[in-house]
């Protein structure tokens, strides 16, 4: 059977949303000139923050795939996918903000992301866990929640005030 695990939704309610509330007001403030272009920039622009957000992880009994989008590998991304019996450990590196990254090391020495921000990451990883018999004990969530949603309702906020001002 194969499981999906699509990327949280706060992370990506709180990129979508920066980028509304850093980008709404451009229209708005543009010279008449430029105004046109400036609406199809954002909308550009938004079609492109949603299909970034959109990566995801497949698992089934035999292989781990990451998946990607047309346009995020054509950003750089790489879709990957690696057998289960081929992970030999699962390593750990501290990011510069204090945190924890994981990656899949596998026999042939390569080294994969372990995707830490995913919805129902409890469940990906038992599912890492009974298909690799590796220890997942201490891997959690690269950020708290908390600082998505905080993010999101920032940005939320900055939005309506935004088109306050400008109705106003």
Known sequence: MIEKFKTLFFVKSSLISLYLALTIPIPFISIDK???????????????????????????KIKISYRTNPISRALGKKDWEILWKDIKLIKSLP???????????????????????????????STVHKNT????????????????????????????????????
């Open 34 to 60: 430029l105004r046109t272009l400036s609406i199809l920039t954002f909308i550009v622009g938004l079609y492109l923050i949603i299909n970034i957000t959109s990566d995801y992880v497949e698992t089934c």
């Open 95 to 125: 990011t510069s903000q204090g945190s924890k990254v994981y990656y899949f090391n596998t026999i042939s020495d390569d080294n994969f992301l372990l995707p830490q921000r995913v919805e129902n990451l409890e469940k990906f990883l």
């Open 133 to 168: 018999g590796i220890t997942i004990d201490e891997i959690s969530s690269l950020s708290p929640l908390w600082t998505y949603k905080l993010l999101t309702f920032i940005s939320v906020f900055m939005i309506v005030c935004e088109l306050f001002a400008f109705l106003s």
